[in-house]
């Protein structure tokens, strides 16, 4: 099972129970736009919170969100837990909703003469599942440094990036609907003592992937002025399809239909339902990692749908795009992104990409022939693989390809925009590192993707498995992320009295704060990693 999943799984186990502990009575009264408002007060840990906001509506499905809904008398707002329409791994069934568009809203408990800063999260998942929940996302630690944390919804799967070009769904809509939160966001945060005009977004995995495409589009100018990437960029072989319309008919096979017509599957996916939708998506992801998502952002046709967000290829993208040079970035991975997918494969799996490792091969690479295929083949046996596929090789393989190199690539287009960037690297291992120990691989030294995650959020989980506390080091790394991070949202300069002066990335200079027992400056990791396929892609086409 994705370890995404397993965490996601586990933390509605006990939603029930988290509720009960963290609710201890009602905050005063806010007056929205759209009606009157109520939310939580947890006393123990010095927040409020608003939960279940509905930030837009979803009236047609594949189409932009509407309007923010209105209510009549006071809303109660404490259903931190909405979903949109996704799988439910461990139960192998569909959850969630359609309209499913909401905004939870974390404020410190005291008072202030001033307006807070606001920090926007966009969570990963792959654009396939998962949800703002505050069973996993609960930004305590944030919050206690004097900011404003928003989490939100966006639309996942078919329902946020089906993408049938000619037809009313243009596709991209999971993307588009983080737009419509941060028009809410600007528009309604000073009800909660927020800042309108100094807003932080930042997202993990998809998250930064939205994130990074929202800043290419140019569409997010006036809504929010500094960004964080963590571990996610588009140009992540898997942020992209280059076929929407094969990736919607193999869907369509499922439920009984045989056709590439784009007006055709338009029809079948309205008329379908929700569950049958989500249940004809579904990919086993066993020994097969790369796989795990169908549908995903596309291109769209900026001189048919007048409201386009993606009009050409990630590569295009990046290097076409006139970015802001005021918008300051963080942009970091942690050392064993790849534990996540090689942690996917069992011993038959791994024995058998010996004969088929072309089948791991990035796809946004093309190739003229087989020929060359093969050739890159060999290639990456005799540069990874030369005692043949194991654990260890293949960690860094999929570190590299799926993560290391894009998130490079992507910070030197940021700079030669001009635009601050401050790269981590992220490589602390204790046992909070949950994502790692579900993975299949929990021995494995290093952090794996979305490892940081819990060094920033307090999920609900650890509240209730007492052989988990934060140790010592724990606290210390809880402390400085939160600390770095909540600073970029004031300042604009991550700082912390725990770490070095955070030096800027030059062009031909790159630095990374190494966050680990130790933090300290240092250059490019694995730089002749990241120097064996700068090669591949200039040597190679690529989208």
């Known amino acids: 099972m994705d370890s995404g999943r397993v965490v996601f ?77 996704q799988y439910f791994e461990a139960l192998k069934t569909p959850i969630g909703q359609e309209d499913c568009l909401v905004a939870n809203i ?36 944030f919050v206690q440094k004097d900011v404003i944390v928003v989490t939100i919804n966006y639309r996942l799967g078919a329902f946020g990036f089906l ?47 939205s994130v990074h495409y929202l800043i290419t589009s140019g569409k997010y100018e006036g809504l929010f002025d500094k960004a964080i990437l963590q571990s996610g960029s588009i140009l992540m072989p898997n942020k992209f399809d280059p076929n929407p319309i094969k990736a919607a008919s193999i869907v369509a096979s499922k439920m009984g239909y045989k056709t590439e017509d784009p007006k055709e599957l338009l029809k ?32 769209e046709n900026p001189e048919i749908e007048n409201k386009s967000l993606i009009t050409a290829t990630p590569r295009e993208l990046i290097e076409s795009s006139i970015l802001d040079p005021n918008l300051d970035i963080i942009l970091g991975y942690n050392d064993k992104e790849g534990i996540k997918q090689a ?4 011993s038959n799996g791994l024995k058998d990409l010996n004969s088929t490792l072309s089948d791991i091969i990035p796809e946004n690479l093309i190739f003229r022939d087989e020929s060359q295929k093969e050739e890159l083949t060999q290639d990456i046996r005799n540069f990874y693989f030369q005692k043949g596929v194991d654990y260890d090789s293949l960690i860094d393989f999929f570190s590299d390809t799926v993560m290391i190199y ?27 590192n949950l994502y790692k120990f579900v993975s299949g691989l929990p021995l494995k030294p290093g952090a794996t993707h979305a490892d940081e995650l819990f060094y920033m ?16 080091n724990d606290l210390r790394m809880i402390n400085t992320l939160t600390t770095l ?11 912390s009295f725990t770490t070095p002066e955070w030096i800027q990335s030059k062009k031909d200079n790159l630095r990374f704060l190494q966050l680990d027992t130790e933090f300290k400056m240092i250059p490019v990791p694995n730089k002749e990693r990241f120097q064996f396929w700068d090669r591949v892609y200039k040597k190679y086409s690529w989208f």
């Open 9 to 85: 799984v586990f933390a509605i186990f006990i939603q029930c129970l988290s509720f009960t502990q963290s609710f201890y009575g009602w905050t005063s009264e806010i007056t929205l736009a759209q009606g009157k408002l109520r939310g939580k007060v947890d006393w123990s840990n010095g927040y409020k919170a608003y939960l279940g906001i509905p930030y837009a509506s979803v009236t047609k499905r594949f189409q932009e969100a509407g309007s923010a809904p209105a209510w009549n008398g006071t809303m109660f707002a404490f259903n931190g837990s909405i979903k949109c329409s």
């Open 457 to 472: 959020f307090d999920p609900i989980i650890f509240n209730f498995v007492p052989v988990l506390p934060p140790m010592e």
């Open 106 to 141: 974390f404020t410190p408990m005291k008072e202030f003469s001033y307006l807070l800063p606001v920090m926007v999260f966009i969570h990963g998942g792959g654009h396939d599942f998962g949800s703002n929940t505050d069973l996993i996302f609960n930004p305590k630690y």
């Open 163 to 209: 993408c049938l070009p000619g037809t009313e769904a243009t596709g991209n809509i999971g993307l588009k609907d983080p737009i419509a939160a941060l028009q809410w966001i600007k528009n309604n945060i000073q009800a909660f003592g927020g800042n309108p005009n100094t807003i932080t977004i930042f997202g993990e995995s998809a998250g930064a992937a």
């Open 268 to 299: 079948i996916f309205q008329n379908a339902s929700a569950t049958d939708i989500i249940e004809a998506s579904r990919v086993e992801g066993k020994n097969q990692p790369l796989k795990l998502y169908i549908f995903r952002p596309c291109e």
């Open 406 to 432: 894009p998130s490079i690539i992507t910070t030197n287009s940021f700079l030669s925009s001009n635009i601050t960037v401050y790269n981590y690297y992220f490589k602390y291992d204790s046992l909070r």
């Open 343 to 346: 942690g996917q494969y069992d």
């Open 485 to 495: 991070w909540t600073n970029f949202a004031k300042t604009r300069r991550p700082s």
